[in-house]
């Protein structure tokens, strides 16, 4: 299953708190849309108020993690990160777990 390093897990629960007072809420990981997102992004975020019925749930310390149903399974043996730039930016990048 997807792991969270500390730092991501900080960041999304951050985000989410800040963009949605819903119990439920969470980050969810999506396939990207092609007419949308970089060439190179293979997957979206978005902060939810809750998982769809068919998204895999990754719960940790902070704010939940939710995986739509079509790309769990490419992203089972990887880890999220996260980072914040100097003007405040947040980037995700999905490496693979050791």
Do not use: C, W
Request: no cysteine.
């Amino acid at each position: 299953m997807l792991a969270l390093t500390d730092q991501a897990s900080s960041i999304v629960t951050a985000i989410v708190t800040n963009q949605s007072e819903a119990e439920k809420a969470g980050l969810r990981i999506h396939q990207a849309d092609a007419t949308n997102a970089p060439e190179e992004a293979a997957f979206a975020i978005q902060i939810v108020p809750e998982p769809e019925e068919t998204d895999t749930v990754v719960s940790g310390e902070g704010s939940p993690v939710y995986l739509d149903e079509l790309i769990a399974d490419d992203l089972d043996d990887k880890v999220l990160d996260a980072a914040v730039d100097e003007q405040g930016g947040v980037s995700f990048q999905i490496l693979v777990q050791n």
